[in-house]
């Protein structure tokens, strides 16, 4: 009988112990990543945890989801190009609550400089002229 009850609770304890720990990288984040001035979606723009290799890429409406986070508070920083990177505020990321998050990317005005295309006139290269020649089947037959 007290073997019984010691299978029963020790049964318990590891299940509990197994529930616990399955649960441990539930948490989940979503969100949208649009243009600072237009509020357009950036397709294919690239959101990591900041200070690790876990990251998603946007879709084509801008949307994105990280899951199997665990709970506690992340950083998000997006990256797209021509745009700055953007760092997110603290996100608290929790096996109850999915944070949607709404990040605002600016766009980079770089203005290239010109390109000047200058060709030297005494570098001419001379191309001997194509000789062409008719010959008839009987010059071949011959």
């Known amino acids: 009988m007290f073997l ?4 029963t609770v020790a049964f318990l304890l590891v299940s509990l112990l197994l529930s616990v720990n399955l649960g441990a990288q539930n948490g989940k984040i979503k969100g949208k990543i649009i243009d600072k001035i ?3 979606p950036l397709p294919f723009a690239n959101i990591i945890i900041k200070g690790t290799q876990i990251g998603v890429t946007s879709d084509m409406e801008g949307m994105f989801e990280l899951t199997g986070l665990k709970p506690g508070f ?3 920083e997006a990256s797209f190009v021509g745009y700055k990177s953007k760092i997110s505020e603290d996100i608290l990321v929790s096996n109850n609550n999915i944070p949607f998050v709404e990040l605002e990317m600016e766009s980079i005005d770089n203005v290239l400089n010109e390109v000047y295309i200058v060709v ?3 570098n001419k290269k001379e191309e001997a002229p194509l000789s062409m020649q008719t010959i008839g089947v009987r010059e071949i037959e011959s």
């Open 4 to 7: 019984n009850k010691f299978k």
């Open 38 to 40: 237009n509020h357009e």
């Open 74 to 76: 992340v950083n998000l």
């Open 120 to 122: 030297d006139p005494f």
